[in-house]
């Protein structure tokens, strides 16, 4: 299996997606499947990011496999403490493929995104 990555966004914001292909592809024909992709979808996406986008239309067109979280079975919490290593809870639904409320009609689930802030401490700040 070979992995590859898609980046979006700026210094302020990034969204990255990993993909799986049971093929090598060197960086200039995985750049231009890529840049076929990111045309075919540019003005007509529904996917929250112009990334995720491309990610699926890699799949459907080129048998890349999208690793998103719809397809988690499995979150474990690893810590350097004794005892505290542990499966995160992942609803029932998420793990066994049913939709519940914050689910799409893809079975992604759409209730939360991670985001990292590099902030400045002031005032304001808590």
Do not use: K, R, T
């Given at each position: 299996?070979?992995?590859?990555?898609?980046?979006?966004?700026?210094?302020?914001?990034?969204?990255?997606?990993?993909?799986?292909?049971?093929e090598e592809f060197d960086e200039e024909e995985f750049l231009e499947l890529v840049l076929e992709a990111r045309s075919a979808v540019l003005r007509s996406f529904e996917e929250d990011t112009l990334v995720e986008a491309v990610a699926n239309e890699l799949e459907r067109r080129h048998g890349f496999t999208f690793i998103h979280d719809a397809r988690l079975r499995v979150s474990v919490f690893v810590s350097s403490e004794e005892g505290e290593t542990a499966v995160v809870g992942l609803d029932e639904g998420d793990a066994g493929g049913e939709e519940d409320e914050d689910d799409d009609e893809d079975g992604a689930r759409t209730g939360f995104r991670s985001l990292v802030v590099d902030m400045e401490r002031g005032p304001d700040l808590n």
């Open positions: 299996m070979y992995f590859y990555e898609l980046h979006e966004g700026d210094a302020d914001l990034l969204n990255d997606v990993l993909l799986v292909h049971d």
